[in-house]
């Protein structure tokens, strides 16, 4: 929907006021195990109750072809595995497709996009962690996002160790675990900190929130956080 023109506001100005709400997206980051779905869950049902078009969704994946490349960047197992710079553009290709697709729509009609992991999860593991050019993967991003960055961002923080026990404990109950929960403690001690990185370095945008606290006092936290940014 295109926006009212200056003109067309002066002759009519409840043009203006009966546009929809602008779209707010809001992203859940953090290490392996740190609890994101869960409080993407919990804050789309606390919207939902308020009346708001919300639509939860995870990166990778949101749409059929994103679920086919999270399938195979998280599980393949074949001879040579996946290279970093692979294993890059398989995220950007994934991304591309969910915000043409799914999030830009929502969000040009006022919806409120919640996604457990966006860009910058690209940028702590196949950047810091894996070691690719930072600023080979900043163009990609912009390429892959069409510009659209999260307008909140949670980390939700837990020591790299902490979160591994919980990943391991429901790998057991699922009977597997992905490439990246398979990696040693060295690696996900980088994601961690690549993510204290970032919200340091955009203060304006990221909360980091203790992810060790009981789920339903962490929401409480997000959720004022949320109340803030949607004014």
Do not use: W
Request: charged fraction near 25%; glycine fraction near 10%; aromatic fraction near 6%.
């Amino acid at each position: 929907m295109n926006p009212p023109s200056p003109k067309s506001i002066i002759e009519n100005p409840q043009a203006e006021i009966h546009r929809p709400p602008p779209g707010v997206f809001i992203t859940f980051e953090g290490v392996e195990g740190a609890g994101k779905s869960t409080q993407c869950r919990m804050l789309a049902d606390a919207l939902t109750a308020r009346g708001r078009e919300v639509l939860v969704t995870r990166e990778p994946g949101g749409t059929p072809l994103g679920e086919e490349l999270r399938t195979l960047v998280k599980h393949f197992q074949g001879p040579g595995g996946i290279v970093p710079e692979a294993e890059l553009l398989m995220f950007c290709a994934a991304r591309a497709q969910i915000v043409r697709q799914t999030l830009l729509p929502l969000l040009t009609r006022g919806g409120v996009v919640i996604c457990d992991r966006f860009a910058d999860s690209t940028t702590v593991y196949q950047g810091f962690a894996r070691g690719l050019d930072l600023g080979v993967i900043r163009t990609l991003q912009a390429f892959a996002t069409a510009g659209r960055m999260p307008d909140l961002t949670f980390v939700l923080d837990l020591d790299s160790e902490a979160g591994l026990a919980r990943t391991k404990s429901r790998g057991e109950a699922n009977a597997h675990t992905d490439r990246f929960e398979q990696e040693g403690r060295a690696f996900h001690e980088r994601i961690r900190a690549g993510f204290l990185a970032l919200a340091t370095a955009e203060p304006a945008r990221f909360r980091v929130l203790p992810a060790a606290l009981p789920p339903g006092e962490l929401h409480q936290l997000v959720l004022a956080e949320v109340d803030k940014a949607l004014g």
